[in-house]
C-alpha cells in the first residue's frame, strides 16, 4: 500500500508504523494515496493558537478566545474543548466547564494577518484555491506534480510543515477526489492531522456516520430526516434516485448522492462571499449614544481588516443591535462609493445608531457589509470626497505598520477612548 513520512517525506509502497529513515510516526498509507488531488487545509483552533504562539506560558492551558460573560466563545484551544467548550457557546456555560480556562478578548487584526501568512503559502501551490475563511480553504492540486516533483499529498505535507515553521500555527489536511470528501476527512484528523478518503473506501467509511454529518444537515433537517427513518448516512445511500425524490422530496436525490460520497463542485478560486461583518455582546447593556459609538468604532476597524483580507469593499452599511429584550433591529445604508476604510465604515453606521439611540438599552451591536464590491472599486474619490485616496493611503500605511510589529503599535485617536474592557 503506498505509504510516506510526513515528516522526512521517506515514500514506499509498504511502511511500518515508524518511519526507518527519521523514527517518525506520522506515516500516511492509503491505496489511492498518490492519486488524489482534492484537499481541505484547515488551521487547527486558529485563534486560540495564534494566542498561545503568541503566549507561548499559555501552550498547556486551556485558552478561549471570545467577549465577556455575557458574551459567547468565539474559539476553544484543543485543551479547552477537552472539557466540553465549544464555539459559539455562552461564555457564562463555557466558564462553568472550565472555570481555569484564560479568556482572552478577539484580536481579529493580528488573526487576519495570520491568515494571510497561510493563504500566501497556500496560494504557492496551485492558482485553484477557493478560500472558505480567514483560516480555511479547498484546493484543487491536480495537474501539479511535474511543478512539484511530487504528488498532492506529499507537497500538502510540506506545505503543513512551513506553515507551522513560518506562521507558529498548525493545520490538518483532508485527502480526496471531491471537495464534500476532503471536508469530512480534515475534520477526522484534528489537531494536526492528516486523513485520507478514496474513491474506494467513501461508502464503507460514510455509512456509519449520522446523517448531520453532510454539509448543510443542521439539528432540524437532521431531526426531520429521522422523523423519516434516515439516522445514517448509509440508510440515505441505499436510496435510488426514484426512492429519494418520493420519499424526500426535491432534495431527496442529492442528499443520497452527497450520502454516497458524489460531489460534482469544482474548486472556485472567484467564489465570492455573500456578507463580512462583526460583532460583539456587551458585559452589561449600554443605552447612551457615546458609549454605544465607543463600542461600534473597533467593529469598524474589524470589518475594515476582514474586507481586505478577502479583496473585497463595501458598497452600503447595515447596523445591527439587540435590545435588552432580545430583539433585533437592523438598519442600511447605501454608501457613494464602496469603501474599505475603517473611519467610512464607522461615519455611516454612526449615522444610523443616532437614530436609534434614544434611550432604549442593547445587549449587542453589529456593523457590517451589504451589498458588497470588488476592492478595486474602493475610495477611489471624486469631487465630492478628493480626500478619499489619501485617507487610503493613510490606512494602508497603518495595516503595513500592523502587519510587521502587531495590531497595538500604532491607532487612531479614536481608539484610546474605549475604555479596558
Known amino acids: 500500500m503506498p505509504a510516506f513520512c510526513r515528516d522526512c517525506e521517506r515514500v514506499a509502497e509498504e511502511m511500518a508504523t515508524v518511519c526507518a529513515a527519521c523514527g517518525s510516526a506520522r506515516i500516511i498509507s492509503h491505496p489511492e494515496l498518490f492519486s488524489l488531488a482534492i484537499a481541505h487545509v484547515d488551521c487547527d483552533a486558529f485563534y486560540a493558537s495564534v494566542e498561545k504562539r503568541d503566549r507561548p506560558e499559555l501552550a498547556e492551558r486551556p485558552v478561549i478566545v471570545g467577549g465577556g460573560r455575557r458574551g459567547v466563545v468565539t474559539a476553544a484551544c484543543y485543551v479547552a474543548r477537552s472539557f466540553g467548550v465549544r464555539s459559539a457557546m455562552p461564555m457564562f456555560k463555557a466558564l462553568r466547564l472550565c472555570p481555569e480556562a484564560v479568556v482572552i478578548r478577539p484580536d481579529m487584526a493580528k488573526y487576519a494577518a495570520s491568515g494571510r501568512m497561510v493563504r500566501a503559502l497556500i496560494e504557492r501551490l496551485t492558482p485553484l484555491v477557493q478560500p472558505l475563511s480567514i483560516d480555511e480553504a479547498v484546493l484543487d492540486l491536480s495537474g501539479t506534480e511535474a511543478l512539484h516533483r511530487a504528488p498532492p499529498a506529499v507537497v500538502l505535507a510540506r506545505l503543513a510543515r512551513e506553515v507551522e515553521r513560518t506562521v507558529g500555527v498548525t493545520v490538518s489536511i483532508g485527502l480526496a477526489p471531491n471537495r464534500m470528501l476532503a471536508k469530512m476527512a480534515v ?147 447605501r454608501l457613494p462609493e464602496p469603501t474599505q476604510l475603517a473611519e467610512t465604515l464607522f461615519s455611516a453606521a454612526r449615522a444610523l445608531l443616532a437614530r436609534e439611540a434614544t434611550g432604549a438599552s442593547f445587549r449587542l451591536i453589529g456593523i457590517g457589509a451589504d451589498p458588497l464590491a470588488d476592492a478595486a472599486e474602493a475610495d477611489r474619490g471624486d469631487l465630492a470626497d478628493p480626500d478619499a485616496p489619501k485617507r487610503r493611503a493613510v490606512e494602508q500605511a497603518i495595516d503595513r505598520l500592523r502587519d510587521r510589529f502587531g495590531p497595538g503599535v500604532i491607532g487612531k485617536g479614536r481608539g484610546l477612548s474605549i475604555p479596558p474592557e
Open 187 to 333: 475534520e477526522r484528523g484534528k489537531p494536526r492531522g492528516f486523513a485520507v478518503i478514496g474513491r474506494g473506501d467513501a461508502a464503507s467509511v460514510l455509512a456509519p456516520m449520522p446523517v448531520s454529518a453532510l454539509p448543510g444537515i443542521g439539528p432540524k433537517a437532521a431531526a426531520r430526516l429521522a422523523a423519516r427513518g434516515f439516522t445514517t448516512l448509509g440508510a440515505l445511500a441505499a436510496l435510488s434516485p426514484a426512492e429519494a425524490l418520493s420519499r424526500l422530496g426535491e432534495d431527496g436525490p442529492a442528499l443520497a448522492a452527497m450520502a454516497r460520497g458524489e460531489d460534482g463542485r469544482p474548486v472556485e478560486p472567484s467564489r465570492a462571499s455573500k456578507s463580512v461583518s462583526a460583532e460583539t455582546t456587551f458585559d452589561a447593556d449600554l443605552s447612551a449614544l457615546a458609549d454605544l459609538e465607543r463600542a461600534l468604532w473597533p467593529l469598524a476597524e474589524r470589518l475594515s481588516v476582514r474586507l481586505k483580507a478577502k479583496a473585497l469593499a463595501a458598497a452600503g452599511v447595515t447596523l445591527k443591535l439587540k435590545t435588552a429584550s432580545f430583539q433585533t433591529r437592523t438598519r442600511h445604508a
